[in-house]
């Protein structure tokens, strides 16, 4: 991983707003990138005066909205067969996808703005709705906006900590973990609880026939 991360820096360096685009693509996508780390280390850029933070903000913007439209439009076309073909490479399993599938139908739309501050979630998520046919003008809506939270949000992150943004994008990288295990029983929970629920309101058999 601290090998990846000074490619990116490097390419971050050499390449500026271009670079910024096309690495969120591909790490949207399901490309295993560090994109925490990136966007944190492009506030680290602008807080030096190496950026300007509109064309910064806007390049990461585009790159997230292109790379999850992509996955969108891959499982709207494609679904499993992209999964089987290249799961290995984007890192998605059959398990992986059913796991998403289900989480957006217990969320729908939501599961794409929150989905971007999960690690490991974001693809998967606009995979699942793209296989669900989502419509595109609710996609757009939820994914897009959780784009520009998320970037705004790991900017604005890299800004604040200045010559500590490393260290802060490693403990929020960690805090991301820690967010989709609490989201995982949180949605166990709620299944359990709802079959409770139904199980204690459904009427017995022959509970109204003597009434």
Not at 2 to 12: K, N, S
Not at 58 to 69: K, N, W, Y
Request: charged fraction near 10%.
């Amino acid at each position: 991983m601290i090998h990846l991360q000074h490619h990116v820096v490097a390419f971050v360096t050499h390449y500026a707003y271009g670079g910024i685009f096309g690495l969120l693509v591909l790490g949207i996508v399901g490309i295993p990138l560090p994109d925490e780390f990136l966007l944190t280390y492009v506030g680290y850029l602008v807080f030096r005066g190496h950026l300007n933070f509109a064309p910064a903000l806007a390049s990461a913007f585009a790159g997230s909205a292109c790379g999850i439209t992509l996955s969108y439009i891959l499982g709207r076309t494609a679904g499993t067969w992209v999964v089987h073909r290249f799961g290995r490479w984007l890192h998605v399993s059959d398990a992986d996808l059913k796991r998403a599938h289900d989480w957006f139908g217990r969320l729908g739309g939501w599961s794409l703005t929150i989905g971007y501050f999960v690690a490991g979630a974001r693809h998967l998520t606009a995979i699942a709705a793209g296989m669900a046919d989502f419509e595109p003008p609710k996609f757009a809506a939820f994914a897009y906006t959780g784009a520009l939270l998320w970037t705004t949000c790991f900017i604005g992150l890299g800004i604040y900590l200045g010559e500590s943004w490393h260290e802060g994008s490693r403990t929020f990288r960690h805090l991301s973990v820690v967010a989709l295990a609490v989201l995982a029983v949180a949605g166990l929970l709620y299944l359990l609880w709802r079959r409770h629920h139904r199980g204690s309101t459904t009427t017995p058999p022959g509970g109204s026939a003597g009434a």
